[in-house]
């Protein structure tokens, strides 16, 4: 139990263009999901905290402008990087936390998904 | 300095020796600790989880905090080159945000 799925696995697009990355719970409600982005040989960093029927918290330093976020149900969080420079290129992991009545002592606990490969050319 | 520090390694061992993975962190408040395992090119996949102080184990994996020390442990024994990854470390104060470590590459080799 406990899947994410993102999609795509990765992307290539040139700079100026925009990409939306989505991020599912494939067995499990997540009325909370986080968007991090992990540089090569670096730790994940959060960037977002996405909240399903509301709007995202973003972490310091991070552009929500950029970054758009929507959690339109309780099941799909997308990320859309917006006029994309190669800058942004990087891996971009979400996770989600399950919300179902069974969660225990694991509320804290965050399923990640594989993780999109954005190249910006 | 980082709330988490963590030796990004690569640390090497051969095949069927106990291996040793630490964290170190700076803030207090820190009460949810983790270990996740991740592949090259792939998301992390938790391993193990623990609340406050003391050990916990799982098969040939044993996690151990020392919130005195502010330090956490994370040992494998009879490792396998399958255990070849990176471990990251994180911690939560109890809100959403999970603080990680940079990560430590561990090789296993055959």
């Known amino acids: 139990g406990a899947v994410v799925s993102q999609h795509p696995s990765r992307v290539i697009c040139k700079s100026g263009t925009s990409v939306k990355i989505e991020c599912r719970s494939l067995d499990f409600q997540a009325t909370t999901m986080f968007w991090y982005r992990q540089f090569p040989k670096q730790s994940l960093m959060l960037m977002a905290t996405?909240?399903?029927?509301?709007?995202?918290?973003?972490e310091q330093g991070v552009e929500k402008d950029k970054f758009l976020i929507n959690h339109a149900s309780l099941t799909l969080s997308t990320l859309t990087v917006t006029s994309a420079h190669p800058e942004d290129s990087s891996f971009y992991i979400c996770?989600?936390?399950?919300?179902?009545?069974?969660?225990?002592?694991?509320?804290?606990?965050?399923?990640f998904g594989p993780g999109t490969r954005l190249t910006v050319t | 300095q980082k709330e988490v520090e963590q030796d990004p390694g690569p640390l090497s061992v051969p095949e069927g020796a106990i291996v040793s993975l630490n964290c170190t962190y700076s803030n207090s408040a820190f009460q949810y600790f983790m270990w996740y395992r991740q592949y090259s090119r792939k998301g992390p996949e938790l391993l193990m989880y623990t609340y406050s102080s003391g050990n916990k184990e799982d098969g040939r994996f044993t996690a151990q905090v020392d919130k005195s020390s502010k330090y956490i442990s994370l040992f494998i024994r009879d490792s396998q080159p399958s255990d070849s990854a990176t471990y990251l470390c994180a911690m939560s104060a109890g809100g959403n945000k999970l603080v990680f470590g940079a990560g430590t590459i561990l090789r296993v080799k055959s």
């Open positions: 996770s989600a936390r399950d919300s179902g009545p069974e969660t225990g002592t694991y509320s804290y606990e965050q399923y």
């Open positions: 996405s909240n399903e029927g509301s709007k995202a918290t973003y």
